[in-house]
């Protein structure tokens, strides 16, 4: 059974840092495209982040330079620095997998329960 589960989000003031982790179980992480995504209150699910299988990473704009995307392929977990956080990055955070070795183009077919980042001014 695949299991995607997320963990390190809190409350932290402005410009202050946070580190998520995603432990997958039921799948291999580096056989997937994987991705960080986000939904703030009244917003759309937004990705934020993927790293594909040849480990190439991908930000969304307002995240580059503050947030780092990377996987650790012993311990099977995907992982989101956030540096310089503010208050437009409040949401909760998803980590989601695709199937094996999918194309740019499929979807994310497994999701994290979601863990809640809240950044105060």
């Known amino acids: 059974q695949v299991q995607l589960v997320e963990s390190g989000g809190g409350s932290v003031q402005d410009g202050g840092s946070l580190r998520l982790s995603c432990a997958a179980s039921?799948?291999?992480?580096?056989?997937?495209?994987m991705a960080w995504f986000r939904q703030a209150p009244g917003k759309e699910r937004e990705i934020v982040s993927t790293i594909n299988l040849s480990g190439s990473t991908a930000y969304l704009d307002s995240v580059k330079g503050r947030f780092t995307i990377s996987r650790d392929s012993p311990t099977n977990t995907v992982s989101l620095q956030m540096n310089s956080l503010k208050p437009e990055d409040t949401a909760v955070y998803y980590c989601a997998a695709k199937k094996p070795y999918a194309g740019a183009g499929a979807p994310y077919d497994y999701w994290g329960q979601g863990t809640q980042v809240t950044v105060s001014s």
């Open positions: 039921g799948l291999t992480i580096s056989k997937r495209p």
